[in-house]
């Protein structure tokens, strides 16, 4: 696994963008712990993103590379535009899918997706991507997520193809904010407190 920071990302940006255009699995750093991600839009890679992850059909959320798109592909309401006007933030927003392409590789069997936009210069790659990247925890389904490289499942470690790094996370996931019905705040921060859950 080839390991990049900030800078080497800046100097080989075409190549890595061509990488994960073509279906790269790869982990990145956010606002909050470190994610495993690939490009959204191509099912190959969100397959072997499951395979790799022993996930299943569980569902996965994206780093959308801006509000536009958000608006674009999701089915928004009041409560939706409040939450959109926080991002970037350290939320995943669970709204309804108006684009059903998006969630039978994303979220099969559901009608909604969750979106991120982090406080962190990582949505501005996605940006420049110019299409959403899945993010999920870097981990193995069931086992502790990522906070440094010295964390990081060996096993998992072997099948992804680079990771952008920058140094040791705090273990604190996004809150996760249903907004599919009645809001309902999911508040992992609170649940890191002194350990580190368990993510799939």
Request: aromatic share 8%; with cysteine.
């Amino acid at each position: 696994m080839d390991v990049f920071i900030r800078e080497e990302l800046e100097l080989r940006k075409d190549d890595i963008i061509d990488k994960i255009e073509e279906g790269a699995l790869f982990i990145h750093p956010t606002d909050t712990i470190y994610g495993l991600g690939c490009n959204a839009l191509e099912p190959k890679a969100v397959a072997r993103l499951r395979e790799v992850k022993g996930c299943g059909n569980k569902p996965l959320s994206v780093i959308a590379p801006d509000k536009e798109w958000i608006e674009q592909h999701l089915v928004l309401n009041q409560k939706s535009y409040e939450w959109l006007d926080k991002l970037p933030g350290p939320y995943t927003l669970i709204i309804p899918a108006g684009d059903s392409s998006l969630t039978a590789i994303l979220a099969p069997g559901l009608a909604t997706l969750g979106v991120r936009i982090p406080h962190h210069w990582i949505s501005g790659f996605v940006k420049e991507l110019g299409f959403p990247i899945v993010t999920t925890s870097a981990n193995l389904c069931g086992k502790m997520f990522m906070t440094s490289l010295d964390d990081l499942d060996e096993e998992l470690s072997y099948k992804v193809d680079f990771a952008l790094y920058e140094g040791e996370k705090k273990a604190r996931p996004s809150n996760i904010v249903d907004l599919t019905g009645e809001e309902k705040i999911i508040n992992r921060q609170a649940a890191s407190h002194g350990t580190k859950p368990l993510l799939f």
